[in-house]
T-cell receptor, first 115, second 115 residues
Framework: AQSVTQLGSHVSVSEGALVLLRCNYS??????LFWYVQYPNQGLQLLLK??????LVKGINGFEAEFKKSETSFHLTKPSAHMSDAAEYFC?????????????FGTGTKLQVIP | GAGVSQSPRYKVAKRGQDVALRCDPI?????LFWYQQALGQGPEFLTY????????KSGLPSDRFFAERPEGSVSTLKIQRTQQEDSAVYLC?????????????FGPGTRLTVL
């Protein structure tokens, strides 16, 4: 069974500082990898995903993530935090061998941006 | 609207009551997923539909939970004899095809509180 670990349930950064949210997965075969963002009282929105090809993936709102097979990681970064980035972020995986997309989510990281 | 909608947005039930939660997916989306998100946790898979067929219900926590999608569009998640541990946000997501790696589009969720 696949699992996802997000280090740090809460992360605080100053406005303009680097954002780094960590995600590690456990799977015998590298899965499809996703980052979703959830704003209060809203559903999840896809930030970016890795399926194949280039390991550095760029997403919406200036976020990017790099798939590192050797480290089984898919950390999310943004060079300069904005107040509007305050939200909860979920890393997720989907088994490549499955016929459909059964997604396993991490427990989430709440990002606080300090003015 | 073009997105996934869910109703009601909030539901308060007394323990033992039955509840029905509705999901309207994006028009034309073949796949529909239900997730349960407990407080402070990531979403957990409940069940999956491809058109009207329920192909995976392995995540339903007990036989009190029942989901249907009779015409391959709107879906209803029913919980019978609600218990306090059923309190959570129930998320619905749809996907154009639903293959592994596809993006899922999430609704805003229904927050169920069982007293």
């Amino acid at each position: 069974a696949q699992s996802v670990t997000q280090l740090g349930s809460h992360v605080s950064v100053s406005e303009g500082a680097l954002v780094l949210l960590r995600c590690n997965y456990s799977s015998s075969v590298p899965p499809y990898l996703f980052w979703y963002v959830q704003y209060p009282n809203q559903g999840l929105q896809l930030l970016l995903k890795y399926t194949t090809g280039a390991t550095l993936v760029k997403g919406i709102n200036g976020f990017e993530a790099e798939f590192k097979k050797s480290e089984t990681s898919f950390h999310l970064t943004k060079p300069s935090a904005h107040m509007s980035d305050a939200a909860e972020y979920f890393c997720a995986v989907s088994d490549r061998t499955g016929g459909y997309q059964k997604v396993t989510f991490g427990t989430g990281t709440k990002l606080q941006v300090i003015p | 609207g073009a997105g996934v909608s869910q109703s009601p947005r909030y539901k308060v039930a007394k323990r033992g009551q039955d509840v029905a939660l509705r999901c309207d997916p994006i028009s034309g989306h073949v796949s529909l997923f239900w997730y349960q998100q407990a407080l402070g946790q990531g979403p957990e898979f409940l069940t999956y539909f491809q058109n009207e067929a329920q192909l995976d219900k392995s995540g339903l926590p007990s036989d009190r939970f029942f989901a249907e999608r009779p015409e391959g569009s709107v879906s209803t998640l029913k919980i019978q004899r609600t218990q306090q541990e059923d309190s959570a946000v129930y998320l619905c997501a749809s996907s154009l095809v639903g293959l592994a790696g596809d993006e899922q589009f999430f609704g805003p969720g229904t927050r169920l509180t069982v007293l």
